[in-house]
Nanobody, 125 residues
Framework: VQLQASGGGLVQAGGSLRLSCVAS????????MGWFRQAPGKERDFVAG?????????VYADSVKGRFTISRDNAKNTVYLQMNSLKPEDTAVYYC??????????????????WGQGTLVTVSS
């Protein structure tokens, strides 16, 4: 699975961005997907995850719950992260990732097998 993330940019606090991650190579719907982020000097943190298939079960980090929404369009091989009410502390490089086929949603980055290249989100105060 190859992943290509896009949609990052510079936005003012309170604004919104939508990240996209397009997958190619294998049956996209079989893979749980996740978004992670890494701020300068910090570890890569889990942001959101969505189950494989069409049930669209989701999990979120507490820091983004109620502001971010993860979704997927299996017909387009794409997973999205809609980010609203952005804060300066959301500034980071955002990565999409795919876990093992037919596995459950997990938060641990080490469980994810395939990674996109990252897209930078900068939120100004």
């Amino acid at each position: 699975v190859q992943l290509q993330a896009s949609g990052g940019g510079l936005v003012q606090a309170g604004g919104s961005l939508r990240l996209s991650c397009v997958a190619s190579g294998r049956t996209f719907s079989a893979y749980p997907m996740g978004w992670f982020r890494q701020a300068p000097g910090k570890e890569r943190d889990f942001v959101a995850g969505i189950s494989w298939g069409y049930e669209n079960n989701t999990v979120y980090a507490d820091s983004v719950k109620g502001r971010f929404t993860i979704s997927r369009d299996n017909a387009k091989n794409t997973v999205y992260l809609q980010m609203n009410s952005l804060k300066p502390e959301d500034t980071a490089v955002y990565y999409c990732a795919a876990a093992g086929a037919f596995s459950r949603i997990v938060r641990a980055s080490g469980t994810y097998i395939y990674w996109g290249q990252g897209t930078l989100v900068t939120v100004s105060s």
